[in-house]
């Protein structure tokens, strides 16, 4: 299978809410074996901002945006529809993703209600190099 057929059957079980418990699955689909990250699923990937071998990430400061970087070798994958949900109490709002290939941001909407503490992101995204693109499913808080 090519690496866009496997970006995009992971995206699927991203965007649908299909867990991907199966560890055989998810090794060959993002590179790396669970037991190894110690993540028990794809889906239940949850940790605080921390590098990872191939991004890093920058929390908002005072409502600025959600930075995801790219480490050297590594570029923003151009085929997955990175997206992130922003919540803080009662709101719930659909973050803006702005993607190149050296970043991806996520800001809250023009009118949003978000305060600038308080607030938890779910980002899907994803990051290539040139033999594989791994796909990630972080939350974060600031």
Not at 51 to 60: A, G, H, R
Not at 61 to 77: D, E, W
Request: net charge positive; charged share 25%; proline share 4%.
């Amino acid at each position: 299978m090519s690496v866009k057929t496997l970006t995009l059957l992971t995206s699927f079980f991203l965007m649908f809410g299909t867990a991907c418990n199966n560890e055989k699955l998810v090794e060959k689909v993002i590179g790396k074996s669970l037991k190894k990250t110690g993540k028990k699923s794809l889906r239940s990937a949850k940790k605080a901002v921390e590098d990872d071998e191939t991004y890093t990430v920058t929390l908002p400061k005072n409502g600025s945006a959600l930075v995801i970087t790219p480490k050297a070798g590594f570029k923003m994958n151009a085929d997955f529809p990175h997206r992130a949900i922003f919540t803080a109490a009662d709101i719930k709002e659909t973050a803006k993703a702005q993607r190149s290939d050296k970043s991806l941001s996520f800001t809250a909407p023009a009118k949003s209600k978000l305060p600038k503490q308080g607030v938890k992101a779910e980002a899907s995204f994803s990051v290539c190099n040139d033999q594989m693109c791994k796909l990630y499913k972080e939350n974060y808080q600031w």
